[in-house]
C-alpha cells in the first residue's frame, strides 16, 4: 500500500479564496482524521470519521471549515473562505482499530499559505 | 476531555548520551499510549507505544514506561545519535482519538 496519500502537497492561496484539502487513507482502514498543525497549538485534532460517518467535529474552529468522506477512500477538508490565521500543515491520518485504538498512519501533509 | 503535558519542550544532548521526555495525562481511562517521532517537514511516525495492562516496552535504543497510578509515562532513548534529533510527540487515547502532547525538540550534538 501506498499509505496515506494528501494533495496538494502545498498550497498558496489568497485571503477570501477557497480550499480544498484531499486525502486517500490506507485501504482497509475504518478511521480517518483530520489535523492541522501550527507551532502554538501544536497537533490538533479538527474532525474524524468512523466508517465515512463524521464522529466528531468538536475540532473544527469555525463554520468556515467543513470535512467529507463521501466514500472509504476518499474525503475533503474545504475552508471557505479562507484566512490567514488558517495558514498551518493540515495532516490527514487513518488507523484500523479492530475493537481497539491503535496506530494512526499520517499522511505527508498539506502546507497551507493564506496571503 | 483528555490534556497531555508534555515536558521539556526541548532538549540538547551529546551524542552517545540519553535522553528522558516526560508526559502527563488526566483521563484516567486512557489506555493506550504512542510515541510519534516527526522530522523537519515530515509526518509524524510511530516509534513506539504501549498499553496500559504493561509498565515498560523496550524496542532497541528506545524505552517507554508508564505509571497508570500517577498518570505519567515517558520516552527514554539510549546512546543517542544525530539521526535522533526531531520533535517527539506522546499521546494518550481511550477509544479511538489521539490527544497530543506539544512536543520535544530533541537535539543531538555530535
Known amino acids: 500500500d501506498a499509505g496515506v496519500i494528501q494533495s496538494p502537497r502545498h498550497e498558496v492561496t489568497e485571503m477570501g479564496q477557497e480550499v480544498t484539502l484531499r486525502c486517500k487513507p490506507i485501504s482497509g482502514h475504518d478511521y480517518l482524521f483530520w489535523y492541522r498543525q501550527t507551532m502554538m497549538r501544536g497537533l490538533e485534532l479538527l474532525i474524524y470519521?468512523?466508517?465515512?460517518?463524521?464522529?466528531?467535529d468538536s475540532g473544527m474552529p469555525e463554520d468556515r471549515f467543513s470535512a467529507k468522506m463521501p466514500n472509504a477512500s476518499f474525503s475533503t477538508l474545504k475552508i471557505q473562505p479562507s484566512e490567514p490565521r488558517d495558514s498551518a500543515v493540515y495532516f490527514c491520518?487513518?488507523?484500523?482499530?479492530?475493537?481497539?485504538?491503535?496506530?494512526?498512519?499520517f499522511g505527508p501533509g498539506t502546507r497551507l499559505t493564506v496571503l | 476531555g483528555e490534556n497531555v503535558e508534555q515536558h521539556p519542550s526541548t532538549l540538547s544532548v551529546q551524542e552517545g548520551d540519553s535522553a528522558v521526555i516526560k508526559c502527563t495525562y488526566s483521563d484516567s481511562a486512557s489506555n493506550y499510549f504512542p510515541w510519534y517521532k516527526q522530522e523537519l517537514g515530515k509526518r509524524p511516525q510511530l516509534i513506539i507505544d504501549i498499553r496500559s495492562n504493561v509498565g515498560e516496552k523496550k524496542d532497541q535504543r528506545i524505552a517507554v514506561t508508564l505509571n497508570k497510578t500517577a498518570k505519567h509515562f515517558s520516552l527514554h532513548i539510549t546512546e543517542t545519535q544525530p539521526e535522533d534529533s526531531a520533535v517527539y510527540f506522546c499521546?494518550?487515547?481511550?477509544?479511538?482519538?489521539?490527544?497530543f502532547g506539544k512536543g520535544t525538540m530533541l537535539l543531538v550534538s555530535p
Open positions: 499521546a494518550a487515547s481511550g477509544y479511538s482519538t489521539l490527544t
Open positions: 470519521f468512523n466508517n465515512n460517518v463524521p464522529i466528531d
Open positions: 491520518a487513518s488507523s484500523q482499530t479492530s475493537g481497539r485504538v491503535s496506530e494512526q498512519f
